[in-house]
């Protein structure tokens, strides 16, 4: 898979220090400028890393400001020892700008510090959630999210599970809690609800003959009173004709709450 396009060559957690003496195009956002007069630094974020990016020609950091979105075309150097920067794989080598496109510009001083999102209200976060998403620890906590789900799907279906997907409008069924319901553009003074858990579906599967299965279902839940998240993702799993002497898995999972 190549990450090649024609906003940039490679991804930042691509480049090393034998990329020394290359020209190269990157792209992200901007995190964070220092002018230190005559000569300035950007940091640069993709979603995989960061970069020093050092500006000579005072004329190339004119009009950017932090979180705009840009292309950077230069030269990869060996930062001087003094400055290297172990926090960060590329902190022993920078990227001297040639060349800046600018991809997207910010027009608005931004409502809340991108590094300190999580510290802010959380209506003020899910109002402007694009820009909350670019803190890197609700990023990592999204990719982690997807990396248990990969893990999950690779280790039912090598134990010979199948993943079956069931319907998300149904009919409401007695459960623990509220229901969510939608209604029904066809039907005046109708509703479906949103299932709490695909329970109903678990039984009609059983009685179909299917032998293995496993469903990682969003089940929506009106749990305000209890202070209790709004959807969870339980991973249910049966195996039909288990029995005591050769039972692999059987009943169901846990829950992993969403993010």
Excluded at 214 to 220: D, N
Aim: glycine share 8%; charged share 30%; hydrophobic share 35%.
């Amino acid at each position: 898979m190549t990450n090649r396009n024609i906003y940039r060559d490679v991804t930042l957690r691509e480049i090393s220090e034998g990329d020394i003496g290359r020209e190269l195009r990157v792209a992200g956002w901007i995190e964070n400028i220092r002018d230190h007069g005559g000569v300035s630094f950007v940091d640069l974020r993709d979603m995989y890393g960061v970069l020093q990016v050092v500006m000579r020609d005072t004329f190339l950091l004119e009009g950017l400001s932090r979180e705009m979105s840009v292309s950077i075309e230069g030269l990869i150097e060996k930062r001087d020892e003094e400055t290297y920067n172990p926090r960060i794989p590329t902190g022993t080598i920078e990227l001297e700008a040639h060349k800046v496109d600018v991809l997207g510009r910010v027009y608005k001083q931004l409502p809340f510090e991108i590094m300190t999102s999580r510290e802010t209200r959380e209506e003020v976060r899910l109002k402007y959630r694009y820009l909350d998403l670019r803190n890197q620890k609700v990023k990592d906590n999204i990719i982690f999210r997807s990396q248990v789900i990969a893990y999950l799907r690779e280790k039912m279906t090598e134990l010979g599970f199948l993943e079956i997907q069931t319907p998300i409008l149904c009919a409401s069924s007695p459960e623990g809690a509220r229901d969510y319901i939608v209604p029904s553009r066809k039907y005046k003074g109708k509703f479906y609800a949103l299932p709490q858990a695909p329970q109903q579906f678990k039984q009609l599967l059983m009685v179909s003959g299917f032998d293995r299965y496993f469903q990682i279902a969003p089940c929506f839940r009106d749990e305000d009173a209890r202070a209790l998240a709004w959807r969870i993702l339980p991973v249910g799993f049966r195996d039909e004709l288990c029995h005591a002497g050769g039972c692999v898995c059987g009943g169901r999972g846990g829950a992993v709450r969403c993010i």
